[in-house]
């Protein structure tokens, strides 16, 4: 089995598993990264959504072998402490109820904010449309993108 290189919050990872395992899997099970979650498993909802060279991508359906040699980061490594302005402004609204989908909200709400700073209201309902959450706390989520882009 061959070993793939993958660049994980700023750190190198060999990782040795067939070509074809999802990220999700790798981050979940092999690098002990538990804070990306499993939603649908399909590309669905948003759970498993992960930075990929700066990209918000689903991990679930992203295979090992797509992202070898690329620098991925997770919740964990957004920032230092939880400190990165949307995860600043998700405490500050007070966004999560059961919490499950919130990593996910998280990651791409600030992927969307690094290429759209100045988002409006229907920039944010679009970025964030793909992110299911089950206790629909979606008009939270979207106050809180509104509040760590000002
Ligand atoms: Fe990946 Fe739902 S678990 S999109």
Known sequence: MPTYE????????SV???????LLWVLRDHLDLVGTKYGCGIGQCGACTVHIDGTA????????????GKSI??????SEYGTHPVQEAWKEVDVPQCGYCQAG???????????NP?????????????????CGTYN???????????
Do not use: W
């Not at 980061?73 to 957004?78: D, F, V």
């Not at 939270?140 to 000002?150: D, F, L, N, S, T």
């Open 16 to 22: 040795d598993v067939s070509a074809d395992t999802p």
């Open 6 to 13: 993958i660049k994980v919050n700023g750190e190198s990872k």
């Open 73 to 78: 980061t997770t919740i964990e490594g957004l």
């Open 118 to 134: 100045n988002p409006s209201e229907e920039d944010i309902k679009n970025a964030m449309h793909g992110n299911i959450c089950r």
């Open 57 to 68: 991508m689903r991990s679930c359906s992203m295979t090992l072998a797509q992202v070898d």
């Open 105 to 115: 909200q998280i990651m791409t709400a600030s992927a969307f904010l690094e290429n």
């Open 140 to 150: 939270r989520i979207y106050k809180a993108v509104e509040k760590a882009a000002e």
